[in-house]
T-cell receptor
C-alpha cells in the first residue's frame, strides 16, 4: 500500500514570492505522482503529473514539480505566486498497474497575501 | 476540457432518510468512476470504484449496503446514502476516468456537500 505525506497544512506567502509545497510518498512499487488544486467549493483540478521520463514536470498556471526517487519526494514549486493561487493543494500517488486508484495527502492550504 | 458534473451540489436531509447523488461525465465516456469522501480539513478518501455495468468495488471499511453505487451507463454513476446519519455528513466527490482529447486521465466533479440533521 502507498501513502502520501504533506507536512505543511498551511503555507502563507506574499504575492510574487516563490513557494514550495512539500510532498513525500511511500510505496513498495513504482508510482505515478500527481498534484491537484482545489478552489473553494469546487472539485479538484489536475495541475501536473509525473508518469515517466524527465523528473522535472511542468504544469498549468506556472507550477512545476520535481520527482526525486531517492528522497521519495515530489515537491511543487512556483517562482512567483499570485493572489489567485490561493487554494488547497493535494499531492497524490497511484501505483503502476494499480487501476488508477489515487491515494491523496492531507492537503496544503496555500494562502497568498498582498 | 472534459467536464464532470455532480447533482445536487448541496443537500440537507433528516436523519434516517436516503440521499442520491448523481455524477455525470458530460463530454466523454467514463468506463470507471470513483467515489471519494472528504471530511473537513482532511484529504479525500476513496470509498469505491465502479465500472460500467458491473458491481462496485468498495474500499475496506466502507459499508456497501449503506453506500449504494450504480453505474448504469458510461456517463452516469449514482451514490445513494441510505438511512443517513449525522456522521455521514461530508463532502462527496466523484471522479471519472476516460479518454478526452486522445488522452486518458481522471476528471473530478465539483463535489456534493451533504449535511444530515
Amino acid at each position: 500500500a502507498q501513502s502520501v505525506t504533506q507536512l505543511d497544512s498551511q503555507v502563507p506567502v506574499f504575492e510574487e514570492a516563490p513557494v514550495e509545497l512539500r510532498c513525500n510518498y511511500s510505496s513498495s512499487v513504482s508510482v505515478y505522482l500527481f498534484w491537484y488544486v482545489q478552489y473553494p467549493n469546487q472539485g479538484l483540478q489536475l495541475l501536473l503529473k509525473y508518469l515517466s521520463g524527465s523528473t522535472l514536470v511542468k504544469g498549468i498556471n506556472g507550477f512545476e514539480a520535481e520527482f526525486n526517487k531517492s528522497q521519495t519526494s515530489f515537491h511543487l514549486r512556483k517562482p512567483s505566486v499570485h493572489i489567485s493561487d490561493t487554494a488547497e493543494y493535494f499531492c497524490a500517488v497511484s501505483e503502476k498497474g494499480g487501476g488508477n486508484k489515487l491515494t491523496f495527502g492531507t492537503g496544503t492550504q496555500l494562502k497568498v497575501e498582498l | 476540457g472534459a467536464v464532470v458534473s455532480q447533482h445536487p451540489s448541496r443537500v440537507i436531509c433528516k436523519s434516517g432518510t436516503s440521499v442520491k447523488i448523481e455524477c455525470r461525465s458530460l463530454d466523454f465516456q467514463a468506463t470507471t468512476m470513483f467515489w471519494y469522501r472528504q471530511f473537513p480539513k482532511q484529504s479525500l478518501m476513496l470509498m469505491a470504484t465502479s465500472n460500467e455495468g458491473s458491481k462496485a468495488t468498495y474500499e475496506q471499511g466502507v459499508e456497501k449496503d449503506k453506500f449504494l453505487i450504480n453505474h448504469a451507463s458510461l456517463t452516469l454513476s449514482t451514490l445513494t446514502v441510505t438511512s443517513a446519519h449525522p456522521e455521514d455528513s461530508s463532502f462527496y466527490i466523484c471522479s471519472a476516468r476516460g479518454t478526452s482529447g486522445g488522452q486518458e486521465t481522471q476528471y473530478f466533479g465539483p463535489g456534493t456537500r451533504l449535511l444530515v440533521l
